[in-house]
C-alpha cells in the first residue's frame, strides 16, 4: 500500500519553464490537496479537490493549476514558474472533505532559479 | 482573516524535560484541530481534537483543546531524541485545513 505518491522528488527549473507535479493515491480518498511549504510559514493550501470532477482554491493559488485526473490522480502545474515558486510542494489525501485526518506524500523539492 | 499561531516557533531542550508546545487559532467555522509531526520529510498525524477538555493521550504525548478560549496544547513528556521535529498545527473549517508556522523542537542528549 503506497498511499500517496508524488513525483518528481527533485526538480530544478529556469524562470518561465513549465512543468506538472504528478500525485496519485490508492487509498480510495474522495478529497486531495496540494500544499506548498516554505520556511517560517507552515504549509499553504495551494488548491484542493474536495471530490472527482471538483477544485476549488486555496490560499495561494496564483501561478498554478490543477486537474482532477481520475479520482486517484491530482496535478499540480506550473505554467510559467517563477524564483518565488521554489518551495516544497506536498500533495494529500483523505477519506470525506472534513472530520478525517490527512495523509501527506513525501514531497516535492522544486527550485526556481 | 483565518490564522493559526503556533508558539513557540523553535525550542531546545534535553532527553528527560517536559516541553508544551502552543496553538491558537481564529478560524470562522471550526471543525477540528490536529498536530501533525514532521521530521525530514511528511508530516504524519498525531492527534484531532474536536472537543473542548477532552484529553487525548498516546505514549508520552498528550493534547487538549479548548474551544472558547480558542487554542490547543501539545505535551511531550520524558522527551528523547527522537521527539526532535517540526511539530504543525491544523485547523480545519467548512472550506480547508489551515497549518501554522510549525514549533521546531531540537532534545539534545
Given at each position: 500500500n503506497a498511499g500517496v505518491t508524488q513525483t518528481p522528488k527533485f526538480q530544478v527549473l529556469k524562470t518561465g519553464q513549465s512543468m506538472t507535479l504528478q500525485c496519485a493515491q490508492d487509498?480510495?480518498?474522495?478529497s486531495m490537496y496540494w500544499y506548498r511549504q516554505d520556511p517560517g510559514m507552515g504549509l499553504r493550501l495551494i488548491y484542493y479537490s474536495a471530490s472527482e470532477g471538483t477544485t476549488d482554491k486555496g490560499e495561494v493559488p496564483n501561478g498554478y493549476n490543477v486537474s482532477r485526473?481520475?479520482?486517484r490522480e491530482f496535478s499540480l502545474r506550473l505554467e510559467s514558474a517563477a524564483p518565488s515558486q521554489t518551495s516544497v510542494y506536498f500533495c494529500a489525501s483523505r477519506?470525506?472533505?472534513?472530520?478525517n485526518t490527512i495523509y501527506f506524500g513525501e514531497g516535492s523539492w522544486l527550485t526556481v532559479v | 482573516e483565518d490564522k493559526v499561531v503556533q508558539s513557540p516557533l523553535s525550542l531546545v531542550v534535553h532527553e528527560g524535560d517536559t516541553v508544551t508546545l502552543n496553538c491558537s487559532y481564529e478560524v470562522t467555522n471550526f471543525r477540528s484541530l490536529l498536530w501533525y509531526k514532521q521530521e525530514k520529510k511528511a508530516p504524519t498525524f498525531l492527534f484531532m481534537l474536536t472537543s473542548s477538555g477532552i484529553e487525548k493521550k498516546s505514549g508520552r504525548l498528550s493534547s487538549i483543546l479548548d474551544k472558547k478560549e480558542l487554542f490547543s496544547i501539545l505535551n511531550i513528556t520524558?522527551?528523547?531524541?527522537?521527539?526532535s521535529a517540526v511539530y504543525l498545527c491544523a485547523v480545519e473549517d467548512n472550506n480547508d485545513m489551515r497549518f501554522g508556522a510549525g514549533t521546531r523542537l531540537t532534545v539534545k542528549p
Open positions: 487509498m480510495n480518498h474522495n485526473l481520475n479520482k477519506v470525506a472533505y472534513s472530520g | 520524558a522527551t528523547q531524541t527522537g521527539d
